[in-house]
């Protein structure tokens, strides 16, 4: 009897891990994704590792601003499967209700003044003097267009906070007038003049840094937009940005940084799309992609629109 007992447990768990094995194997079919550029990387890695488990999955990345990805949508009426964003409040303003039902905050980050060894003045920029060596006449420095990408707008903020943070008035007109001409679309298209020397700095997430190899002023909480705890201090300051339409705009107000991820109403694969979100939400999957890239894992936060999830992500996500 006992035999017997044990073939059909032995038996039913072939099944089970045969079934398993061919759900696995089922999974087929391609996944586009649009993602802000400081997530080039990580997103790269999550593919990279999903693909290892799901090989008949394959993915087309299209790395943008943020803003700039949500627009793709909402004025070029393209299509894809995943939006995963620099800033959470990109889907909700520009997304939420038309072209998507929720968004799923998944990480945190902090802004920082990234440069290298070659940097006029690198072995002197300090917390103190920071500020000074950005207008020295010699310095040069890039930022990202705040009209495309989160980390545009997220160093306008940044630069507004230091100045009330250092008591310099002026500071932020000081600098936001300086080197215009190294403002570029994303974030990442900045490391190119950095590595030829064309400029010094970059108005950067720490992340990218990290990733990079690069050098990096962490900056002091007050001003990075990383810490909760200065939640009331980030909101004090405003950055405008082109909204819906060419003629809005739209008053991004700050705040910590978070992540945002969705999937569009037009995904052409949205079933395949649950799965890799699934996996990229995970603790032991792209959230630990996350983490070892230089990012803060914050699966599961809360979001306003938990109740428009499906179902299958709801465990990653709080109901605010």
Same mark, same amino acid.
């Given at each position: 009897?006992?035999?017997?007992?044990?073939?059909?447990?032995?038996?039913? &768990?072939?099944?089970?891990?045969?079934?398993?094995?061919?759900?696995? /194997?089922?999974?087929?079919? /391609?996944?586009?994704?649009?993602?802000?550029?400081? $997530?080039?990387? #990580?997103?790269?890695?999550?593919?990279?590792? =999903?693909?290892?488990? @799901?090989?008949?999955?394959?993915?087309?990345?299209?790395?943008?601003?943020?803003?700039?990805?949500?627009? +793709?949508?909402? /004025?070029?009426?393209?299509?894809?499967?995943? $939006?995963?964003?620099?800033?959470?409040?990109?889907?909700?303003?520009?997304?939420? %209700?038309?072209?998507?039902?929720? @968004?799923?905050?998944?990480?945190?980050?902090?802004?920082?003044?990234?440069?290298?060894?070659?940097?006029?003045?690198?072995?002197?920029?300090?917390?103190?003097?920071? !500020?000074?060596? &950005?207008?020295?006449?010699?310095?040069?420095?890039?930022?990202?267009?705040?009209?495309?990408? %989160?980390?545009?707008?997220?160093?306008?903020?940044?630069?507004?906070?230091? /100045?009330?943070?250092?008591?310099?008035?002026?500071?932020?007109?000081?600098?936001?007038?300086?080197? +215009? +001409?190294?403002?570029?679309?994303?974030?990442?298209?900045? $490391?190119?003049?950095?590595?030829?020397?064309?400029?010094? !700095?970059?108005?950067?997430?720490?992340?990218?840094?990290?990733?990079?190899? $690069?050098?990096?002023?962490?900056?002091?909480?007050?001003?990075?937009?990383?810490?909760?705890?200065?939640?009331?201090?980030?909101?004090?300051?405003?950055?405008?940005?082109?909204?819906?339409? #060419?003629?809005?705009?739209?008053?991004?107000?700050?705040?910590?940084?978070?992540?945002?991820?969705?999937? #569009?109403?037009?995904? %052409?694969? %949205?079933? &395949?799309?649950?799965? =890799?979100?699934?996996?990229?939400?995970?603790?032991?999957?792209?959230?630990?992609?996350?983490?070892?890239?230089?990012?803060?894992?914050?699966? #599961?936060?809360?979001?306003?629109?938990?109740?428009?999830?499906?179902?299958?992500?709801?465990?990653?996500?709080?109901?605010?």
């Amino acid at each position: 009897m006992n035999r017997i007992f044990i073939l059909i447990v032995t038996v039913s &768990l072939i099944g089970c891990n045969t079934n398993q094995k061919e759900k696995k /194997e089922k999974l087929t079919g /391609e996944l586009t994704i649009f993602h802000a550029g400081s $997530l080039s990387l #990580p997103m790269k890695a999550a593919v990279d590792s =999903f693909k290892k488990i @799901n090989p008949n999955v394959t993915f087309k990345l299209e790395s943008a601003g943020s803003v700039e990805c949500a627009r +793709k949508i909402t /004025e070029l009426n393209k299509s894809c499967d995943i $939006l995963a964003s620099a800033d959470y409040k990109v889907i909700d303003k520009l997304l939420i %209700p038309q072209f998507a039902s929720w @968004n799923i905050p998944f990480a945190g980050n902090e802004m920082a003044i990234v440069y290298h060894d070659k940097s006029r003045h690198a072995n002197d920029i300090s917390k103190d003097n920071w !500020y000074d060596i &950005l207008l020295t006449q010699d310095v040069a420095f890039g930022r990202s267009d705040p009209n495309s990408d %989160p980390c545009g707008y997220r160093s306008v903020m940044t630069v507004k906070l230091a /100045e009330k943070l250092y008591l310099k008035p002026d500071l932020s007109k000081l600098i936001l007038d300086k080197d +215009k +001409k190294y403002i570029r679309p994303k974030e990442v298209d900045l $490391l190119a003049l950095l590595e030829s020397n064309t400029i010094d !700095y970059i108005f950067l997430y720490k992340s990218v840094a990290i990733q990079h190899g $690069l050098r990096y002023l962490e900056l002091p909480q007050e001003i990075n937009l990383s810490n909760i705890a200065f939640d009331d201090l980030y909101k004090t300051v405003t950055a405008e940005v082109k909204g819906k339409t #060419p003629e809005s705009v739209i008053t991004m107000v700050g705040e910590p940084m978070i992540y945002g991820l969705t999937i #569009p109403k037009n995904s %052409p694969n %949205p079933k &395949l799309a649950y799965e =890799f979100v699934k996996y990229f939400l995970e603790a032991n999957g792209g959230q630990a992609i996350m983490r070892k890239m230089g990012q803060t894992a914050i699966v #599961p936060a809360a979001t306003a629109s938990y109740d428009s999830i499906p179902e299958v992500l709801k465990p990653f996500a709080i109901k605010k």
